[in-house]
């Protein structure tokens, strides 16, 4: 199977970036330096192609009542027009299908961005529980938009520069707050752990923004760098931090799921019906000796984990990961780490371990 | 991609440089500093360790992956860069001035056997 190209492929290729196979789509991930890259969005202003990630429009009366049961987060936290909310949607038996980030746009208009692997899983689900339970609505893929995050302190101020007569509109957004502006879609959030915008444009005008912003000094950067900057920021990536096998309460989303309110929704049984036995935790490794990588064995003194995501923190200057470990492990702990047939220590911590250029962990 | 004529390669990506005084210091090249991208942890043979051909014997990890260094040649190990070790990213910089580390050749005559730049060149292309 060839593998599908973003309406910025050609750009990419150009800049000489070193392209990949992710999820089935040709991405770059990286144009030279990943941790230059990653410097660059901590520090000044960096941008990623995420035109593989899917809007999914969803209109119709009755939008609201249909996501108060499909999501496992409320939308009714939802009150100003343009805010967004990060949600998991769940199986009945809690397994988490997909994260996504929900907009309420008007009362008969969400817009619900979901991963790129998932996208064609979370239709025919969506679709699903639509013809049960609320058929008069509408679900449209939005296949012809790209989108492109631009990231970083100044990230703002240079797309308010490349893209003339755009700050007026968007100034005023708050974090997690998104609003049409001509033809883009501008929304203040991103999955890098620092300010800046997610930017849907139409497929036919992505290469001309993504070429205003080069022009404007923001930093082209790859899959690369977005994964050292998530994992940074304490972000889950699906299908490796989490996926079907797992609950959002033992992925450290618990704060993302409303338990509270008396609303049903699609996996609550499931979750209520079992404490969980394991969390997900941050790792910060004291000692050089190798790098944290997805898939090492943990040990703690109630029993064995798994790291699920590892790396070395440019930020940081060590190596960081989340790890699943048994219930009970906390912050503060320090437990081991196989690194290459080696028992290092590292200490538990709770993510994020850097947020808006600020390192928050105790690296001792 | 650079590969120095006078130096020489085994397909395993070290380079191998024979000194006067009959040792041969060893990195990896070029192409595979380019290919691991950024390093972030470097690990070598403590010195008097006897290595065999072939025989793993250091670690290079970069933000993406981790990769062994294999001792193109057999001998005992006289001399280890820690200046490499304590700063990576000098291997990314320049794969020819930052060695790994030095051999003192079980066989005298060992680099015979081993690649010289053009083949390494058509090996990489």
Known sequence: ?364 | MNVPKELKYADSHEWMRAESDGTVTIGITDHAQEALGDLVFIELPAVGRTLKAGEACAVVESVKAASDVYAPIAGEVVAANTEVTTAPETLNADAYVAWLFRIKPADSNALAGMLDAAAYEKLIA
């Open chain 1, 1 to 364: 199977m060839s593998l599908k190209q973003t309406p910025l492929n050609a750009a990419h290729r150009a800049a000489g970036a070193r392209m990949v196979d992710f999820g089935g789509w040709d991405m770059p991930v990286n144009y030279g330096s990943q941790i230059d890259e990653h410097h660059a969005v901590r520090r000044e202003a960096g941008m990623f192609d995420v035109s593989h990630m899917r809007a999914l429009d969803l209109t119709g009366a009755g939008a609201r009542d249909f996501l108060r049961y499909a999501l496992a987060n409320n939308v009714d936290k939802l009150k100003d027009a343009g805010k967004a909310l990060y949600s998991c949607m769940l199986r009945e038996d809690g397994g988490v299908l997909d994260d996504l980030i929900v907009y309420f746009l008007r009362e008969d208009f969400f817009r619900i961005v979901v991963n790129a692997a998932t996208t064609d899983k979370d239709i025919a689900w969506l679709r699903e529980l639509l013809a049960k339970h609320a058929p008069q609505l509408t679900l449209t893929p939005r296949h012809e938009l790209a989108m492109v995050a631009v990231q970083g302190p100044n990230a703002r101020a240079k797309f308010w520069q490349a893209v003339p007569g755009s700050e007026a509109a968007t100034s005023a957004l708050k974090p997690f707050q998104g609003r049409q502006a001509g033809d883009l879609f501008v929304a203040r959030t991103g999955y890098t752990g620092e300010d800046g915008f997610e930017v849907l444009v139409p497929a036919e005008r992505a290469e001309s923004l993504w070429k205003g912003l080069v022009a404007a000094g923001v930093q082209p950067c790859g899959l690369g760098a977005r994964d050292t900057l998530r994992l940074e920021a304490g972000m889950n990536l699906y299908g490796q931090d989490m996926d079907e096998r797992v609950t959002p309460l033992v992925s450290g989303l618990g704060w993302t799921v409303d338990m509270a309110s008396p609303r049903d929704f699609v996996g609550k049984a499931a979750l209520a019906a079992h404490a969980p036995q394991s969390a997900l935790v941050g790792l910060l490794l004291l000692e050089g000796g190798g790098v944290l990588r997805a898939h090492q064995s943990v040990h703690t003194p109630r029993g064995d984990g798994e790291t699920t995501s590892g790396t070395f923190s440019p930020t940081i200057g060590k190596s960081i990961a989340l790890a699943r470990v048994p219930a009970g492990v906390a912050p503060g702990d320090t437990i081991e780490v196989s690194v290459r047939g080696k028992h290092l220590p590292a200490k538990v911590l709770k993510p994020p371990f850097v947020r808006n250029g600020k390192i928050l962990v105790n690296g001792e």
